[in-house]
T-cell receptor, first 112, second 116 residues
Framework: TQLLEQSPQFLSIQEGENLTVYCNSS?????LQWYRQEPGEGPVLLVT?????EVKKLKRLTFQFGDARKDSSLHITAAQPGDTGLYLC????????????FGAGTQVVVTP | GAVVSQHPSRVICKSGTSVKIECRSL??????MFWYRQFPKKSLMLMAT?????????EQGVEKDKFLINHASLTLSTLTVTSAHPEDSSFYIC????????????FGPGTRLLVL
C-alpha cells in the first residue's frame, strides 16, 4: 500500500498568518489532489497536480508537487476564517489504477 | 460541472434493518464510483470500487455481504448496508471519476447513518 503522511494533524492560527500543510510519501504517485472538507459535507476538490515540480496557485493558496512526485505542500497566505476546515491530500495510486490513497488530514482553524 | 449527489443526506434506522444510499453523477458519466467511510475527525477510508456493469471490488477487511454495492448505470451507484448495527454508524461518502479524466474524482456530500 502506498502511504501518505500528512502533517501537521492540527493547526490553529490567527487571521492574517500564513500556514503550510505537508503531504509526504516514500512512493511515487501519478498525481495528487488536495481537498477541503467542512463538517457534515463531502470533500471539495481544490487542485490536482500531475507534473513533478509543478506549482499551482489558487488565489491565496499555493500547491506544489515534489520533483519526484512523492510529496506535496499546500501553503495559505494571509489565512482567513473561511479557510477553516479539514484539508486532505490524496494520491492516485500506481499500484492500483484508479484508486486514491488519502492522507490522515490536517484540521486547520483560523480565528479572527 | 462534475456534480455528485447522495441520497439521503442523513438516515436513522433501527438495528437489524437495511439502509440503501444512492450516489448519482448529475452532469457526467462515471465509469467508476468509489465508496468511502469516514469516522469523526478522521480521514476517508476506501471501502470499495464500483464499476458500471460489473461486480464491485472491496478493500481488505470490508464485508461484501454486509455492504452491497450495485452500479446499474453510468450515473448511479448504490450502497446497501444490510442488517445494520450500531457499529455501522458513520459518515458514508461516494465519489465519481470522470470517464475521460480518470485521475480526478468528485465527491458527493455524504450520508450520515445512525443505527440505534
Amino acid at each position: 500500500t502506498q502511504l501518505l503522511e500528512q502533517s501537521p494533524q492540527f493547526l490553529s492560527i490567527q487571521e492574517g498568518e500564513n500556514l503550510t500543510v505537508y503531504c509526504n510519501s516514500s512512493s511515487v504517485f501519478s498525481s495528487l489532489q488536495w481537498y477541503r472538507q467542512e463538517p457534515g459535507e463531502g470533500p471539495v476538490l481544490l487542485v490536482t497536480v500531475v507534473t513533478g515540480g509543478e506549482v499551482k496557485k489558487l488565489k491565496r493558496l499555493t500547491f506544489q508537487f515534489g520533483d519526484a512526485r512523492k510529496d506535496s505542500s499546500l501553503h495559505i497566505t494571509a489565512a482567513q476564517p473561511g479557510d477553516t476546515g479539514l484539508y486532505l491530500c490524496a494520491g492516485a495510486r500506481t499500484d492500483s489504477w484508479g484508486k486514491f490513497q488519502f492522507g490522515a488530514g490536517t484540521q486547520v482553524v483560523v480565528t479572527p | 460541472g462534475a456534480v455528485v449527489s447522495q441520497h439521503p443526506s442523513r438516515v436513522i434506522c433501527k438495528s437489524g434493518t437495511s439502509v440503501k444510499i444512492e450516489c448519482r453523477s448529475l452532469d457526467f458519466q462515471a465509469t467508476t464510483m468509489f465508496w468511502y467511510r469516514q469516522f469523526p475527525k478522521k480521514s476517508l477510508m476506501l471501502m470499495a470500487t464500483s464499476n458500471e456493469g460489473s461486480k464491485a471490488t472491496y478493500e481488505q477487511g470490508v464485508e461484501k455481504d454486509k455492504f452491497l454495492i450495485n452500479h446499474a448505470s453510468l450515473t448511479l451507484s448504490t450502497l446497501t448496508v444490510t442488517s445494520a448495527h450500531p457499529e455501522d454508524s458513520s459518515f458514508y461518502i461516494c465519489s465519481a471519476s470522470l470517464s475521460t479524466i480518470q485521475e480526478t474524482q468528485y465527491f458527493g456530500p455524504g450520508t450520515r447513518l445512525l443505527v440505534l
